[in-house]
């Protein structure tokens, strides 16, 4: 049954407006207008009379800003009342007195209409997401700013070894085992209340069955459309990994106890090597300075695909087993090894096999010196990481999936939009001079509404497409792509008389040329656009060596960005002002953080409030 909340100041009109709606067995709800505080935010119409509109605006307001689908609010107004001003404040629909049943009811019911539909294409895409979230490899848990879980996937009650409501609802504290406590929590707190913290880190939970289980984490904090914020979490079990780090340290360390004692007691220390080496998971060798095989047990031969030992100690060197792509990575740890700057550690390689395919490991090497410090062979362990691997590439192929899903639902949107916008246009060119004021007024209304979103809908499918199209990195020369981007901001330039300063030379840089496009567009577009009314805009181009980076910069004279703001406004949908005074969708800073991180490069601003802002971005250098 749906819900109406009628607020009427004529007890009459109040009586006759019931007896209307309650032949069509709406559940009605009455307040006092006087104390709008009382509106009952679950409900699905809202009819006030100019009276109350004026009383109670601003809650209406919050009612349909909290809402997830459309809301519908409707002022009964006289004829001697004018109807712009209602409308303008965000009413949907204005019904004059004396009221006409027939005509009522149609109104009401055409409104209720969109809302249904605004629910159900809502309830559709929410079973979308709900089922690509559920389904995740990781475990994903949602958490209030009271500690406390509202939602966690099957992944993540697999993970912690209970159901669904042996979870949701409780303190995730409870699951954490003793000696992590106190940091999750510690970051948690820090983290709700804007602070810089780790997104990712590692930490210990205990299961239902008291298994201490090793996870990594990656958190963020998001809010609701009435600002309360939670977090959301990405779990992911790395209780085997840590497992088989700590088992390669620990044999890697044996061995080098093991060969520091072999000059001593040669017959021991080799019953207890051939003991250690005969292990059936971890794989051991043994290479001279040259990097020559002279000794593998029967693990490596296993996991290599060959049939003995002989095949490869004393036939094969090291950079023959590794696929050409780290080649050059294995040769120059060699040489750091020689000049004894580089000790034991764990690094991820990719082998190939005795029948050319390939398998990724774990491999822990140590170096071995003589007496004077000369480098003579190299030992390690290593174990198969292969189904590891594979996990984490169906992890990327599902945020893919998802990536494209939104980039297809953005796309679908756009054929009813264009419907939509066409015909309004329509009405207005073929039925303009037989409307009313009025009537014309939400033709256009429908118009602008549309175009907003069409615009909204094209930086959408702009920012989906970055993480979609392959990178084309080549050497380009900044200056001829701003001076492009300048060419198609002509007629922005010279509406606000922009003056617009670029310091030349400057240096080559290894980039997208699409990408660095999309990036001096939105930044120079955002510097010419963001200034006061009254001031011309001025913006500064230029370019300066860090390191193996180019660092550009863009300055400007605008209105600047508060500090709170400043790492927030590279996220999408951010926006500092209403679209009321500065047009956009808040999409033009997230494009330029996702193209300049996808070309392996960092974006940042320096701003004050006021006095101008300098976005900064850093590109690889040419050479």
């Known amino acids: 049954m749906r819900k109406i909340l009628i607020g009427l100041k004529n007890k009459t009109d109040l009586k006759i407006l019931k007896e209307f709606l309650r032949e069509e067995k709406f559940e009605i709800i009455s307040y006092d207008y006087e104390n709008s505080e009382k509106i009952d935010e679950n409900v699905d119409l809202i009819i006030v009379d100019e009276f109350c509109a004026e009383k109670c605006l601003e809650k209406i307001k919050e009612l349909k800003s909290s809402q997830k689908v459309f809301l519908p609010a409707v002022s009964l107004i006289s004829h001697k009342v004018k109807s712009e001003p209602f409308l303008k404040a965000g009413f949907d629909d204005i019904i004059r007195y004396p009221l006409s049943k027939s005509e009522f009811l149609s109104r009401i019911k055409n409104l209720l209409m969109i809302r249904e539909q605004s629910e159900r294409i809502l309830k559709e895409s929410e079973e979308k997401y709900r089922l690509i979230v559920e389904k995740s490899h990781s475990g994903i848990l949602v958490i209030d700013d009271n500690f406390r879980i509202v939602y966690a996937n099957d992944r993540g009650c697999e993970l912690a070894g209970r159901e669904r409501d042996e979870i949701i609802g409780h303190d995730f504290r409870e699951f954490l085992a003793e000696d992590s406590k106190e940091l999750v929590a510690d970051r948690y707190v820090r983290r709700q209340k804007g602070e810089r913290v780790p997104e990712r880190y590692e930490f210990n939970i205990v299961r239902k069955d008291g298994e201490i289980r090793n996870v990594e984490i990656i958190s963020a904090v998001?809010?609701?459309?009435?600002?309360?914020?939670?977090?959301?979490?990405?779990?992911?079990?790395?209780?085997?990994?840590?497992?088989?780090?700590?088992?390669?340290?620990?044999?890697?360390?044996?061995?080098?106890?093991?060969?520091?004692?072999?000059?001593?007691?040669?017959?021991?220390?080799?019953?207890?090597?051939?003991?250690?080496?005969?292990?059936?998971?971890?794989?051991?060798?043994?290479?001279?300075?040259?990097?020559?095989?002279?000794?593998?047990?029967?693990?490596?031969?296993?996991?290599?695909?060959?049939?003995?030992?002989?095949?490869?100690?004393?036939?094969?060197?090291?950079?023959?087993?590794?696929?050409?792509?780290?080649?050059?990575?294995?040769?120059?740890?060699?040489?750091?090894?020689?000049k004894g700057k580089l000790g034991?550690?764990?690094?991820?390689?990719?082998?190939?096999?005795?029948?050319?395919?390939?398998?990724?490991?774990?491999?822990?090497?140590?170096?071995?010196?003589?007496?004077?410090?000369?480098?003579?062979?190299?030992?390690?362990?290593?174990?198969?990481?292969?189904?590891?691997?594979?996990?984490?590439?169906?992890?990327?192929?599902?945020?893919?999936?998802?990536?494209?899903?939104?980039?297809?639902?953005?796309?679908?949107?756009?054929?009813?939009?264009?419907?939509?916008?066409?015909?309004?246009?329509?009405?207005?060119?073929?039925?303009?001079?037989?409307?009313?004021?009025?009537?014309?007024?939400?033709?256009?209304?429908?118009?602008?509404?549309?175009?907003?979103?069409?615009?909204?809908?094209?930086?959408l499918l702009e920012y989906s497409r970055i993480g979609r199209i392959d990178l084309r990195m080549q050497k380009l020369k900044p200056d001829i792509v701003i001076e492009q981007v300048i060419s198609s901001l002509e007629s922005q330039i010279k509406e606000k008389r922009a003056e617009i300063k670029i310091e030349k030379p400057m240096p080559e840089i290894k980039a997208d040329r699409n990408f660095l496009f999309q990036i001096f567009l939105n930044l120079i577009s955002n510097a010419i656009k963001f200034v006061e009314e009254d001031k011309i805009p001025e913006v500064r181009i230029w370019a300066e060596e860090k390191d193996e980076f180019i660092r550009f910069w863009v300055e400007d004279n605008g209105i600047g960005i508060p500090k709170e703001y400043?790492?927030?406004?590279?996220?999408?949908?951010?926006?500092?002002?209403?679209?009321e005074r500065y047009s956009g969708t808040g999409v033009g800073l997230a494009?330029?953080?996702r193209c300049v991180e996808r070309m392996g490069g960092k974006v940042g601003v320096i701003s004050e409030e006021g006095k101008g802002s300098k976005f900064w971005f850093e590109i690889l250098k040419g050479g």
């Not at 010196?369 to 599902?398: C, H, P, T, W």
């Not at 429908?446 to 175009?451: E, G, K, L, M, T």
């Open 591 to 593: 494009i330029v953080k």
């Open 222 to 338: 998001i809010e609701d459309s009435r600002g309360k914020k939670f977090t959301i979490s990405q779990i992911l079990d790395i209780t085997e990994r840590k497992r088989a780090e700590q088992e390669l340290k620990k044999y890697t360390q044996e061995l080098e106890k093991i060969v520091e004692e072999r000059t001593k007691e040669l017959a021991e220390s080799e019953k207890r090597y051939r003991s250690l080496v005969e292990s059936p998971l971890v794989a051991f060798w043994e290479a001279d300075a040259n990097g020559n095989f002279t000794f593998v047990n029967k693990r490596l031969v296993e996991m290599a695909g060959y049939d003995s030992e002989e095949e490869i100690a004393g036939k094969l060197n090291m950079a023959e087993c590794i696929v050409h792509e780290q080649r050059d990575w294995l040769l120059k740890r060699m040489e750091l090894h020689r």
């Open 566 to 579: 400043q790492d927030k406004i590279f996220n999408i949908f951010e926006r500092l002002h209403g679209s």
């Open 344 to 459: 034991v550690e764990v690094v991820e390689a990719k082998l190939k096999k005795k029948d050319g395919s390939t398998f990724d490991v774990l491999v822990s090497p140590a170096p071995i010196y003589d007496d004077k410090g000369n480098f003579i062979k190299v030992i390690g362990a290593m174990i198969d990481i292969s189904d590891r691997k594979k996990l984490e590439e169906k992890l990327i192929s599902a945020n893919k999936e998802l990536e494209s899903f939104a980039f297809t639902v953005s796309h679908d949107l756009r054929a009813p939009l264009r419907a939509m916008q066409g015909f309004a246009n329509a009405l207005l060119e073929d039925y303009g001079d037989k409307l009313d004021k009025t009537a014309r007024f939400y033709a256009e209304r429908i118009i602008r509404a549309s175009q907003n979103m069409d615009m909204l809908i094209k930086d």
